[in-house]
């Protein structure tokens, strides 16, 4: 059928004021990101409860569509863009309530069109946190973090998006629903379907609800920036401040001086109060023990440090305010990277004792191809994961610089799969890895990936082109 035709269909079944077409409807579903994978749909399907997204996958299955579940749409490897005019994008968006929340439970039943930066607000409002943090959170929801199995700011403490979900709502490549919104913390009756669900980038169904973990809200906080004499000071550190502190530490980022640049050079205001370092380690510690000593403890992990001479120097923030604005030279770097012109991006992850010597390498291989590329390197240092970024030498044309993309990725993925690493460590393998995944995953897990998705859908309804290719 043609896109015309499949939106007919759609509208009768869910109603016109669901069904968006006309270039300028469906302009804001189409911006991808980086800009590599425009968006090429004509239709917009936006449910607002199961019933209507069962509903929508029915009416694609019938009229040969394919569906793209797209939430808040920040991610960063193509995964929600529709790679043709008959793939429909099927928006979350308008499924936004938080269905229960409940304090002693310690639990939340969230929608997937829920913004992040909502549910921590509904989970503080009930006297709780909901520890799960990403610089994109104001944008982004919580079906495409359970989609993508987000990582973002706390999983030093908390673990990613997995960690944090007992159970899911999920509408089936059949159109069936599967209700398993568990607020069990125990259930071994068989396999964990949650899991198959989580990370699965909307090949596998559309996540449309979960029952989320709450955790006890803290109740003090200190914030600290430690500039570094090297990468190796930083694991010291962060152990140190964990033993100090009875694991108090709730982030530990790390950021090379180039990555820092960013914000100083591009956000009025935005000061690095300990200019000259080569690497910077940001610690957040809290906890919901009110009186524990945290002050003391973050001086003793520092003193530490600065016996051991891994310190340059450390600015430890006097309230929230001095604490926010340490963190925005953390959170501002994403957003500014663009003001530097373009960029090659590696999220990857290695064993966490690896990073100083994988970093070390890494850097000497892009400094030998091309000594005036510029390394961004910033990321979650207690996960192992980076942002190895390279951005274009001063001077050099964008596209020139981004036609090397090819070699360069190959560089550093190469160099991390010999550290036993991972090159899509937190945002997912989408449209940009998947050829890349074909070649580098483990043969035997790629043809597990693949009868998974066979079984769960047969005829490839479900956003065909990404994670797993054939
Ligand atoms: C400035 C910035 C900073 C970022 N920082 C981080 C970070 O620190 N850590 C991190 O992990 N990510 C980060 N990201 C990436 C992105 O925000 C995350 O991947 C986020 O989890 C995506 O959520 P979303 O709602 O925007 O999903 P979308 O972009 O809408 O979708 C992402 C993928 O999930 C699928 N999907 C979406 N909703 C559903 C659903 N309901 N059911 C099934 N499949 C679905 C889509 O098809 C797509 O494949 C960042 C992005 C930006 C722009």
């Not at 399907?45 to 808040?72: M, Y």
């Not at 310690?106 to 909502?118: F, I, K, S, Y």
């Not at 430690?226 to 709730?250: F, I, K, M, W, Y």
């Not at 820092?260 to 940001?282: D, E, F, K, Q």
Request: include cysteine.
């Amino acid at each position: 059928m043609t896109h015309e035709e499949i939106a007919t269909r759609l509208q009768e079944a869910l109603g016109k004021d669901r069904v968006l077409t006309g270039d300028e409807n469906v302009a804001p579903y189409m911006k991808e990101r980086r800009g590599f994978y425009p968006g090429q749909g004509r239709i917009v399907v936006l449910p607002e409860n199961t019933t209507q997204v069962s509903e929508a996958i029915r009416t694609c299955t019938a009229t040969g569509a394919k569906v793209v579940p797209q939430s808040g749409n920040t991610g960063l490897v193509g995964g929600g863009s529709p790679r043709n005019e008959t793939e429909v994008v099927l928006s979350l968006r308008k499924m936004n309530r938080v269905r229960r929340i409940d304090a002693d439970d310690n639990t939340m039943v969230a929608e997937a069109g829920c913004v992040l930066r909502d549910l921590q607000k509904a989970a503080a409002d009930m006297d709780r946190l909901f520890p799960l943090s990403l610089p994109s959170e104001f944008q982004c929801c919580i079906g495409g973090n359970l989609a993508t199995n987000a990582g973002g700011l706390n999983v030093v403490q908390y673990g990613n998006t997995r960690a944090l979900t007992l159970g899911l709502e999920v509408v089936l490549p059949d159109g069936r629903i599967w209700s398993g919104l568990s607020a069990l913390h125990k259930d071994n009756s068989g396999y964990d379907l949650k899991d198959l669900f989580i990370g699965s980038e909307g090949t596998l169904g559309v996540i449309t609800a979960a029952t989320l973990r709450l955790f006890p809200r803290p109740r003090q906080r200190r914030v600290a920036l430690v500039a570094l004499r090297d990468l190796a000071a930083a694991l010291p550190l962060l152990r140190a401040a964990q033993a100090e502190s009875g694991d108090a530490v709730v982030a530990c980022e790390v950021m090379g001086a180039g990555a820092v640049a960013m914000p100083v050079r591009h956000i009025p205001g935005c000061t690095n109060p300990l200019p000259g370092a080569p690497w910077y380690l940001l610690l957040e510690l809290a906890t919901p023990d009110p009186r524990a000593d945290l002050a003391a403890a973050l001086d003793a992990a520092l003193e530490t440090a600065r016996r051991t001479g891994g310190m340059k120097g450390a600015e430890v923030a006097e309230d929230e305010r001095g604490g926010a604005a340490l963190w925005r030279l953390r959170t501002c770097i994403p957003g500014t990277q663009g003001h530097e012109g373009a960029s090659i991006k590696h999220d990857i992850s290695v064993p966490v004792h690896q990073l100083p010597t994988f970093v070390e390498a890494a850097l000497a291989a892009v400094a030998a191809e091309d000594p005036t590329v510029r390394p961004c390197v910033f990321g979650h240092v207690g996960d192992g994961n980076l942002h190895f970024n390279l951005t274009q030498p001063e001077g050099w044309e964008a596209d020139a610089f981004m036609e090397r993309r090819p070699r360069f990725n190959q560089l550093i993925h190469d160099l991390v799969m010999r550290f036993d690493g991972s090159v899509a460590a937190e945002h997912g393998v989408g449209q940009i890895k998947g050829e890349e995944m074909r070649r580098r995953r483990d043969p035997v897990a790629h043809d597990l990936m693949r009868r998974i998705k066979t079984a769960l859908d047969p005829d490839d309804l479900m956003n065909p082109g990404k994670v797993v290719l054939g």
